[in-house]
């Protein structure tokens, strides 16, 4: 007869069978599941005096949790957003042993009931045009690894990709004739479409000549592939040398991901729905999206000057989405 009052067995079954067979999750989110658990349960070992493979259910308490929640917050220094990631996959792990253990329901209850604490919303960073134009200049596309490096900011800030995605990105996914484009796999394992500027496609041409249908387009100097931390190093190096000569762009904090910001909100500049927006990206939800409508100085400064001293505002010509996005790949 099986022990469901053990932990270790729940465990095993919700990493490696619940959260792979049953839900698919991403692999990231697997990680970051486990990682998780790996924090939580020498936590509460020493909470219950008790060895992490001898550990029940039980043990695992409410004022534990609140007690680990802590313990991230002021011992780990993490943030609010990271603590609440946390929380998320132990309201999981409760979900998953209440919804299979009807003895475990109310222990589940009182698991759950522990809250997500209200962080603060970040002001996302992304860069203007200028900004975008110096670091691009940065490689010396003379050199292997320059044109690499060229290739890689240029495709990044044409495509929106994320550094693991770009990373991941191989040669077959890329179609570079007539038409050029893009077949990222992102989130969710959702494949989506993105159009490629001419330029991007010449300087991705001379990366996949030998290469296989399944080879990575982005390798590292001894012909390995380019990991995401490959991707954001190439990234923050070319920022901090474009900065020398680009004031602005000294107090910004520049990833791939603030790349990705300015790709969206380029895409807004030049009269992009934001449905078409969200394709682009990989959002799952417009919620996401809108946060680019919210940021862009310029466009906010445009619907100031579009109100007259009445505070009537004006119409101005709307273009059509595929006009926008015909402008927004003619720009470079």
């Given at each position: 007869?099986?022990?469901?009052?053990?932990?270790?067995?729940?465990?095993?079954?919700?990493?490696?069978?619940?959260?792979?067979?049953?839900?698919?999750?991403?692999?990231?989110?697997?990680?970051?599941?486990?990682?998780?658990?790996?924090?939580?349960?020498?936590?509460?070992?020493?909470?219950?005096?008790?060895?992490?493979?001898?550990?029940?259910?039980?043990?695992?308490?409410?004022?534990?949790?609140?007690?680990?929640?802590?313990?991230?917050?002021?011992?780990?220094?993490?943030?609010?957003?990271?603590?609440?990631?946390?929380?998320?996959?132990?309201?999981?792990?409760?979900?998953?042993?209440?919804?299979?253990?009807?003895?475990?329901?109310?222990?589940?209850?009182?698991?759950?009931?522990?809250?997500?604490?209200?962080?603060?919303?970040?002001?996302?960073?992304?860069?203007?045009?200028?900004?975008?134009?110096?670091?691009?200049?940065?490689?010396?596309?003379?050199?292997?690894?320059?044109?690499?490096?060229?290739?890689?900011?240029?495709?990044?800030?044409?495509?929106?990709?994320?550094?693991?995605?770009?990373?991941?990105?191989?040669?077959?996914?890329?179609?570079?004739?007539?038409?050029?484009?893009?077949?990222?796999?992102g989130k969710g394992n959702k494949w989506r479409v993105c159009p490629l500027w001419p330029?991007?496609?010449?300087?991705?041409?001379?990366?996949?000549?030998?290469?296989?249908?399944?080879?990575?387009?982005?390798?590292?100097?001894?012909?390995?592939?380019?990991?995401?931390f490959g991707v954001h190093r190439v990234v923050t190096t070319c920022a901090a040398l474009?900065?020398?000569?680009?004031?602005?762009?000294?107090?910004?904090?520049?990833?791939?991901?603030?790349?990705?910001?300015?790709?969206?909100?380029?895409?807004?500049?030049?009269?992009?729905?934001?449905?078409?927006?969200?394709?682009?990206?990989?959002?799952?939800?417009?919620?996401?999206?809108?946060?680019?409508?919210?940021?862009?100085?310029?466009?906010?400064?445009?619907?100031?000057?579009?109100?007259?001293?009445?505070?009537?505002?004006?119409?101005?010509?709307?273009?059509?989405?595929?006009?926008?996005?015909?402008?927004?790949?003619?720009?470079?």
């Amino acid at each position: 007869m099986r022990n469901n009052t053990l932990l270790g067995p729940w465990v095993r079954r919700f990493l490696l069978e619940h959260l792979v067979a049953e839900r698919n999750l991403a692999r990231n989110t697997q990680v970051s599941y486990r990682d998780s658990l790996t924090l939580l349960l020498p936590f509460v070992s020493r909470q219950a005096r008790a060895d992490v493979d001898r550990l029940l259910v039980e043990d695992i308490s409410a004022d534990r949790v609140r007690a680990f929640l802590e313990h991230l917050e002021h011992d780990r220094r993490c943030a609010v957003l990271t603590r609440n990631q946390r929380l998320a996959a132990i309201h999981s792990l409760a979900r998953y042993i209440g919804a299979r253990s009807p003895e475990h329901v109310a222990w589940c209850a009182q698991i759950r009931s522990v809250p997500f604490k209200k962080a603060a919303k970040a002001v996302i960073g992304y860069l203007d045009k200028p900004e975008v134009d110096a670091m691009l200049r940065v490689p010396d596309r003379r050199t292997v690894l320059g044109a690499r490096d060229h290739a890689l900011l240029l495709f990044l800030y044409n495509s929106g990709a994320r550094a693991d995605e770009a990373a991941s990105l191989r040669a077959g996914n890329l179609q570079l004739g007539t038409s050029p484009s893009v077949r990222l796999l992102g989130k969710g394992n959702k494949w989506r479409v993105c159009p490629l500027w001419p330029k991007t496609s010449d300087v991705l041409r001379p990366l996949i000549c030998d290469q296989r249908l399944e080879g990575r387009v982005f390798r590292g100097r001894t012909g390995e592939p380019l990991t995401r931390f490959g991707v954001h190093r190439v990234v923050t190096t070319c920022a901090a040398l474009a900065a020398q000569r680009v004031a602005s762009m000294n107090n910004k904090r520049i990833s791939p991901h603030v790349l990705r910001h300015t790709t969206a909100v380029h895409l807004l500049r030049a009269g992009v729905d934001i449905n078409t927006i969200r394709a682009w990206l990989g959002h799952v939800s417009l919620d996401t999206t809108h946060i680019y409508a919210e940021v862009d100085l310029e466009m906010k400064a445009k619907a100031l000057a579009s109100v007259d001293i009445a505070g009537l505002p004006t119409t101005p010509a709307r273009r059509k989405p595929v006009a926008a996005v015909m402008d927004f790949m003619r720009q470079l």
